[in-house]
């Protein structure tokens, strides 16, 4: 969420970033209702200090055995009706600042292109070649099935489109990704974290996933709980609500989580494979840091994310996203891009980005200075570290063969105990 207060301040810098991000915001209702916000607090403030100061004559009299005259208790009666109907429009106004501002977007860093779309977005390097076959390469969806460790038909009977069911040793090779990202990560000073599935609004509106994007989240209705869309919603609450002294900062936490998506706005595309499926699996990188070192510890995160890749032998690139193809609570993203033998293309498995105190905002977590007491909202980062899915996907077109086996990558054979997946095993 942005400050209200810099807003009102900067309302032409904020709507030039706003209309970079392709949203074109007339903010003079806003205002507008944050001056009727500060005239009806300083009436309510100067009406409370005269109901006061008539409520002390009433038990003066009282207390001098007196009758309090009728205009007077009538004016104390007036004064309360007043009060309690101007902090009613007092909270109708600050709903109504509220919805406005849940639906701005971040501000985006002055680093970041400006650009309608990802055609904006900036390449920064590359790590790794691209594997180079002698045979033309299959797709991922095409080796798994084959091989009997990926089957889309029988999770399509069971639950529809945009589902995979795991077999055989493809099953052990989802675990040892995730237990493999999981030691890694924390051979990084990460610290583990297990959290619920299911979050309420509250978890789903400090992230920025309500109002939003309510269209592409799972709800239960009868609970008014969601399933989430990424380990980022519930770890990032944790904190809600809390004062974090300087000395514990940075946190950095790292959770394996199912993920839930309606992929309400990509109808029609990749509907085959592990690419963009209803349900996945995720491990995430979650920081929580002083405002001052934001930038630093996003680059960090990034190098953190493309460290699993480069252990994994898999070649990606990293991309700096454009103004119109950054995520809503953003202000700043890394894409990093792993490549896929099989399509002959770089395709996202992690987003790093640094939301500033956005998030914080919303979910009021703030940061103590112990040198002088000092409070301030402090800045959350997260990225994939990194998405299991595509992963595996990586892994089946990047390390295929000719016979049809797929060889497992050094660092995840002890944790699946064999180093090739076989056809018909």
């Not at 109808?267 to 990188?285: A, C, M, P, S, W």
């Not at 480069?310 to 103004?323: I, P």
């Not at 894409?335 to 770089?346: F, K, N, P, Q, T």
């Not at 009021?364 to 998405?387: M, P, Q, R």
């Amino acid at each position: 969420m942005l400050d209200i207060k810099f807003i009102r301040e900067s309302a032409d810098a904020v709507k030039q970033a706003m209309l970079s991000r392709g949203k074109d915001v007339d903010f003079g209702q806003l205002l507008k209702w944050d001056e009727e916000r500060k005239y009806l607090i300083s009436e309510i403030e100067n009406l409370r200090i005269r109901r006061n100061r008539e409520s002390e004559k009433i038990g003066r009299l009282k207390r001098e055995g007196k009758d309090p005259s009728r205009d007077l208790l009538s004016e104390v009666n007036k004064l309360r009706d007043v009060i309690q109907k101007h902090e009613r429009q007092l909270l109708m106004i600050e709903t109504q600042i509220e919805d406005f501002l849940l639906e701005l977007p971040n501000i985006p860093d002055e680093s970041v292109p400006i650009g309608k779309s990802k055609q904006y977005n900036k390449f920064i390097r590359i790590a790794g070649e691209p594997k180079k076959f002698s045979f033309p390469p299959k797709r991922h969806w095409e080796i798994g099935e084959k091989l009997g460790i990926l089957d889309f038909a029988t999770a399509s009977k069971i639950s529809g489109s945009r589902f995979a069911v795991l077999k055989n040793d493809g099953c052990a090779l989802e675990r040892a990704i995730i237990s493999f990202l999981l030691d890694t990560h924390k051979k990084k000073g990460y610290k583990e974290i297990m959290t619920p599935y299911l979050v309420n609004q509250a978890s789903m509106r400090g992230t920025g996933q309500l109002p939003k994007f309510s269209d592409d989240a799972f709800k239960c209705a009868d609970d008014d709980l969601y399933l989430i869309p990424t380990a980022e919603v519930p770890v990032t609450n944790i904190y809600r609500d809390d004062i974090l002294d300087d000395s514990l900062l940075p946190q950095k936490l790292v959770s394996y989580s199912a993920c839930f998506r309606r992929e309400s706005g990509t109808y029609g595309k990749d509907t085959k494979g592990l690419i963009r499926n209803h349900q996945f699996n995720k491990v995430e990188l979650v920081k929580f840091v002083e405002p001052k070192m934001s930038n630093e510890e996003l680059e960090a995160l990034v190098l953190d994310a493309g460290n699993v890749l480069e252990l994994l032998g898999l070649s990606y690139r990293v991309m700096l996203l454009s103004t119109g193809d950054m995520g809503f609570s953003s202000a700043k993203t890394y894409d990093l891009e792993v490549w896929l033998a099989g399509d002959s293309m770089y395709r996202e498995i992690s987003s790093c980005s640094n939301f500033k105190d956005f998030q914080a905002r919303r979910m009021n977590i703030k940061v103590k200075y112990s040198k002088d007491k000092k409070k301030e909202f402090l800045h959350t980062l997260n990225g994939s570290g990194i998405a299991v899915g595509r992963t595996f996907a990586a892994i089946l077109e990047n390390y295929q063969q000719e016979d049809g086996s797929v060889i497992v990558p050094e660092v995840l054979r002890k944790y699946t105990g064999f180093d090739i997946i076989m056809p018909n095993k």
